[in-house]
């Protein structure tokens, strides 16, 4: 089925010559910081987890959140979601692969990635990271690839997928809880030292994948020739719906505990991403942009005439994946380091570097899940043809 992904017209070819121009560049700034060192960044002493460590964190989300449709389909028989498993699990891998390299260049030397290997130690939680996201990528990779395989031969399933299908619904649940331990399980910083880390983490992952599942269904149907269908699309804006509801709610109930505590080390944090600390601001416009944003897109996704309306359904939904980008990535990495143990105030922002090497990853993530989804929109535009005797609205 590979190369059904060397197919295309020239807006398609477009498209990946863009992708690889951005990827060339962003190796090309990668070599300068693997030649210079982390220096090159805006991280330092006092923070020392910046822009890459972010879009890690949220990504794990977006991988985990694949489960919003594999456990509706295969453990409640929710048939509408049918035709579009296979792009959540697809979803799953470029999202894992854009983890594992967003740790690679936050590591500075590549040999470093060695040390979880030879040296492995049960007692740490970054080794059962490394095991649960690799444990992760493995099943997306072959559920969903065996699964369109049958798919495009007509045929059942083997009966062995069924296991790693189920097996991956708790499984995407471990990967981002485990990551949510790396920062609950550091006592040092107030600002993550707390109980509900794993759960805010995966509600927001359960708003923002959908979200993300949502516009990327809208621009197959659009470009692809691949319609996900109305009933499958509103369903999945219910759970962007419920799962960003609970996201603020989780995010209501740490700003009341901290305020009404009144524990200064604990309302530094917050104070500092809203209002800024001593002078210090640099998240202030960032985390009020993600505030409105959220609260707006959950205000027009409440109502069933915005979900049922395509272009202000995908708008909402570009809405919810900033504002959780934001809210997860930025905020939450960094101001946990702000203010430090001592009380100290860093200020934190990215150098061109960074945004150059970030730009170029994300642009690896999107080739691959562009070569995926290529090959499905392909594989189901033939099924389709041969099921109705008609062809599918527009090519790749």
Known sequence: MLEKALKGNRG??????????????GIFFYMRQLDYGLGVTGMSRDVSWGLYIAQFTFLVGVAASAVMLVLPYYLHDYKAFGKI?????????????????????DLGQPARVMNVLLYPQPTSILFWDMIVLSGYLLINIVTGWVILSCTRKEIPPPTWVKPLIYLSIPWAVSIHTVTAFIYAGLPGRDFWLTAIMAPRFLASAFASGPALLIVLCLILKRFGGFDAGAKAIGALAKIVTYALAVSIFFVGVEMFTVFYS???EHEASFIYMFAGLHGHHNLVPWMWTSAVLACAALGALIVPAVRRHEGLLALACIAVFVSLWVEKGLGLVITGFIPSPLEAVTDYA???TEIAIVLGIWAIGFL??????????????????????SAANGKC
Do not use: H, Q
Not at 12 to 25: N, R, T
Not at 91 to 103: G, H, Q, R, T
């Open 12 to 25: 398609y070819w477009i498209w990946i010559a863009g992708l690889l121009v951005i990827i060339a560049i």
């Open 350 to 352: 990215p150098t061109g």
């Open 368 to 389: 691959i899940l562009t070569l995926f989804y290529k090959i499905f929109a392909t594989v189901r535009s033939g099924l389709d043809n041969t099921t109705d005797g």
């Open 262 to 264: 009144g524990l200064p």
């Open 85 to 105: 498993t296979v792009l959540g699990e697809f979803l799953a891998v470029a999202a894992v692969i854009m983890c594992v390299l967003f740790v690679f260049v």
